[in-house]
C-alpha cells in the first residue's frame, strides 16, 4: 500500500467516538479516530515498510504515527530517526507505542538509559517505559544492573512528573517479576513509596498497586509452574 492509499484508509476508518475517547486520553485534534483493531488489520496488510513508516510518521497525524511504530523496520531504526520521533511525542497514547517498537531495536538499552534522566515528561516516561520493557524480555542483564533503578524509583518517583509516575510505577512492577531475589528488593520498594498518585484525567484509568501486582504475578506463575510439573 503507498502513503496516499494508507491515508484514504485512515480516514475512512476514524470515528467520532474514537475521536473523544482519545481526546481524554491526551491526543491533539491531529487525527482520525481509528480503533487498534482496524490498525493492527493494516498492520497485517503492510507488515514491515520503513520507507511508509517513516512518511506516515512526517504527517503529523496522530493514528498514521500510530501505524508507523507498528511497520516500521527495528533494525533500521537509527539513534538520529530516534532521537526525532521522541521530540515530537506530546501524548503518552503516542509515546507507550514508541516504545514498544523500539524495545524491539537495538537502540532500546541505550535510549532507555539516556531517556528515563530526562527532564522532559513524555521523554523520561518513555526511558522508564523502555526500561520496564528490558526488565521483562532481556534475560542476560544481571541483578546489579536493575537494583540501582529500584534505589532510584524509590527516592524520586513522588517528586517526578506525573506520567513518569506512571511508568515508573511500572518499572517497579517489572523488575520485581525478574526473580525471586529483584521481587524482595521491589516489594519493599513498594512499601516504602505507598500509594503512587497519577492524574488520569478524565479516563477510568488507575495505577495498579505494585506490590498486589507483583504477589498475583509470582503467585499465578508459581501455579503455572506446579502444573506442568
Known amino acids: 500500500m503507498d502513503f496516499q492509499t494508507v491515508m484514504r484508509e485512515l480516514e475512512s476508518l476514524g470515528t467520532a467516538q474514537n475521536r473523544k475517547v482519545y481526546s481524554r486520553h491526551g491526543v491533539s ?54 532521537e526525532s520521533w521522541m521530540k515530537e511525542v506530546n501524548n503518552y497514547v503516542l509515546m507507550e507505542m514508541l516504545t514498544k517498537f523500539l524495545a524491539k531495536t ?8 539516556k531517556w528515563h534522566k530526562a527532564k522532559v515528561e513524555w521523554i523520561s516516561s518513555a526511558g522508564w517505559a523502555l526500561l520496564a520493557q528490558l526488565a521483562l524480555s532481556d534475560k542476560s542483564r544481571p541483578d546489579d544492573y536493575f537494583e540501582p533503578l529500584l534505589d532510584q524509583i524509590e527516592q524520586t518517583i513522588h517528586t517526578s512528573k506525573n506520567r513518569v509516575r506512571y511508568e515508573m510505577n511500572g518499572a517497579l512492577i517489572a523488575i520485581g ?38 504477589r498475583k504475578a509470582q503467585a499465578y506463575r508459581h501455579k503455572k509452574k506446579a502444573a506442568k510439573a
Open 106 to 113: 537495538p537502540l532500546a538499552l541505550k535510549k532507555a538509559e
Open 177 to 214: 517479576l525478574r526473580n525471586d531475589k529483584l521481587e524482595k528488593r521491589a516489594l519493599a520498594v513498594a512499601k516504602s513509596i505507598g500509594k503512587v498518585e497519577v492524574d488520569h484525567g478524565q479516563t477510568g484509568c488507575k495505577t495498579p498497586d505494585a506490590a498486589e501486582y507483583i
Open 29 to 82: 485534534e491531529n487525527m482520525f479516530g481509528v480503533s487498534y483493531a482496524d490498525l493492527y488489520k493494516l498492520q497485517k496488510k503492510i507488515k514491515v515498510d520503513h520507507e511508509l513508516a517513516m512518511q506516515l510518521w512526517e504527517i503529523g497525524n496522530h493514528d498514521a504515527r500510530v501505524l508507523a511504530t507498528l511497520i516500521a523496520d527495528p533494525l533500521k531504526m537509527t539513534d538520529k530517526l530516534a
